[in-house]
């Protein structure tokens, strides 16, 4: 069992090592593909590297789908992240660059709304905390 | 057909007597080697314990995307330095346009077994290693997912074009030893039709890795004592820039020689066959129009082991005959060990390179032998006031 600030730490440290950054620049809030400059196949390297720290399997659908939009999938539509599903998510997450998405969020937009926080979120609810 | 002519503007390179071109050039001068003990693994129980081993090499500054480094093993790092070097001492600049090219010749990697192993190793039931679906269902997952990206030959070539951004043709020759000496004579052979200005052309290898040795053992190469091999492995890359004449004139680069002529072949390798070399050398100095005894220096694969230099003993004679006496013939294998696919870029950059001090225009024939009997040979002019004129 690990706490909370202990996966935290871990998620930090991964995100920084896969992507080459500079871990004082890796927040919260920081988005894996605007942000860091993640790619499709840095996914695949954070995934693995998730796996082996934490012992875990992640599955492909948690890994495009879950980590994204986990508990938040009735915030999505057809096209996209619904005008509701914005709001609630704008509140959650108030220090990421809503900006960036004059538009709305669309289908194809939703990998660069993944930020440190959804692996963080999304381990604690897999892995429970102390 | 009317062919571009193809001039040499830029020179880079990582090689076992320095981490670039002009530390591999002030070693040279001093008699240094670059042969020393092999440190990226323990050689304790092999048949060579020395070899041409690049050291403190850091391939940051050459990486546009340093994130990418994690996707490279050390071929490729010092590909893409080389190259990067070889670009700007070309006086050129990445992401101009699509008129550059890369052409690499590279081999394979050490493929990291042990990351094969350790994923192989998890399996509970020992089916891996034989049971195809059984691996793909139940091991595949305990691979390192990047595995296969890193260790595809390919790989070389398109870091150099996205760390340079460069985006003219990209090609990858893996003809064993031979293969950076036919990346020169691809991209040659590019520009004369066209299809680039500009190709950064070279050889990137490193052959000090566990099987490396294994394989040269079992072949019967190392023939030599452990701590005085006379075959020795090495590792490193070198790039020139090739640049059509025309351009290079117009744009008043600085240039160290041209390209004139180039062949390739296969052939059997005993003494008495060996005609197909002699073919191959023929064949460029026809395209040049150089008769042998206009020839000033050879820079020959010189590989230390009976096969290859009988092999290459008797084709030179045959072709120049007489002449060889007042031929120079250089010889580096002896400083930086055989360093594989990159061993015709890199050697042929110091021949040349040490030619050009001369002070007067040389004609130079580079030419290489691959293990199973692969030949090439370069013909090359060098001008020594780097303006592309004779004297």
Redesign the interface.
Known sequence: MYTRDEIERRVTEIVAQ???SDPAKVHRHSSLIDDL?AES??F??I??RLETAFQI?ISEDDLWRGFVVGEHRDLLSENGVTEEGLKRLQSEMPDFRWERFPEGVRRRDLPRLITVRTIIEYLVSLLGTE | MNRRRVVVTGIGAVTPLGNNFAQSMQSLREAKTGLGPITLFDPREWPCRVGGQIRDFDPRPYFR???A???TERRTQFAVAAAAMALADAGLQSGQDDEIGVCVGTGVSDQQPQELARAIGLDPESRAATDVPYFSERIL?NL???WL?VNLPNMVSAHVAIQLEIQGPNNTLMTDWIAGSQALGEAYRAIQHGEAQIMLAGGADSGIYPQAVVSYSQAQLFNGQKEEPQFALGEGAAFMALEDHEHAVERGARIYGELVGYACGCVSLSVEDSHGLAGTIETAMREASWKPAEIDAICAASIPHPSFTQAEKTALTRVFDGNLNRIALFEFKSRIGHTLAASGPIEAALALSCLASLGRTARMLCTNLGLLGQTSALAFQIFPDGRGESK
């Open positions: 896969a992507l080459d400059g196949i840095d695949l390297d995934r693995y399997k | 995307i340093p994130k480094i994690k996707l997952s390192q997912p990047l990206v």
